[in-house]
């Protein structure tokens, strides 16, 4: 399939137009950003570790039953992906307590939560992408109801699936941010899975190895992300 235009940059990615209007290129970048882009800076070789870890677990879970974006990877950091509707929501799971829910809810980073949780926040930058219920995503229809059932559904078994492959290679899955896009009718995971959209620690000695670094100013950064891409074994 031909590369064509860029449609659209965001912090991290580039998605370029093909051929078929139902297909386009996402291109991963080093760019890093946090709390809605008031910090910027660059993680060298981020780009390659989050486009080959994003399409080997999308494989990884289509095997699994959850459909993807994911259809080739045309290089380090290029990748062929379905063309979908994004849903305006950022699923996020959590398994251990960490981040804005220790904030929130005052609970220590690290407290283990007697089952998974699920909360959305809507896509949108502008508003700094504020929490919402189902109520509120109905109410103001950024998903309907069986859309909003069936990613759900997918979200609790994608952390199915990634809490049991994580810990094959010795890390725990604390949290996670998903995203999902309409195709032809059907609700498919989309975006990226990377240590940008995961919070991943070491499953014994707790180090953080993932994007948590960068936001707090941790140091190791890059060190993080190539110790995650070594554990996938995936050259
Ligand atoms: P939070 O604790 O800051 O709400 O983050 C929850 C999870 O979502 C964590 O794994 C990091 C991820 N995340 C993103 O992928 N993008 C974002 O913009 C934010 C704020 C969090």
Known sequence: MEKKEQLYEGKAKKVFATDDADYCIVSYKDDATAFNGEKKGTIAGKGVVNNRMSN?????????GVPSHYVEELSDRETLVKKVDIVPL??????????????????????????????????????????????????????????LDKIAAMAYKVNEVLIEFFRTIGIELIDFKIE??????DIILAD???PDTCRLWDIETHQKLDK????????????????VFKRLNLD
């Open 56 to 64: 080997m677990l999308c494989k990884l879970l289509e095997q699994k």
């Open 90 to 147: 950022e699923v996020i799971i959590r398994n251990t307590a960490a981040g804005s829910f220790s904030k929130r809810f005052g609970i220590a980073e690290g407290t283990k939560l007697k089952c998974p949780t699920l909360e959305y926040c809507l896509k949108d930058d502008a508003l700094g992408d504020p929490m919402i219920n189902d109520t509120q995503i109905l109410a103001i229809d950024a998903a309907t109801r069986e859309e």
């Open 180 to 185: 999902f896009g309409r195709f032809h009718g």
């Open 192 to 194: 990226e899975i990377s």
């Open 212 to 227: 948590d670094r960068f936001r707090r100013d941790m140091g190791g950064v890059e060190e993080a992300y190539a110790e």
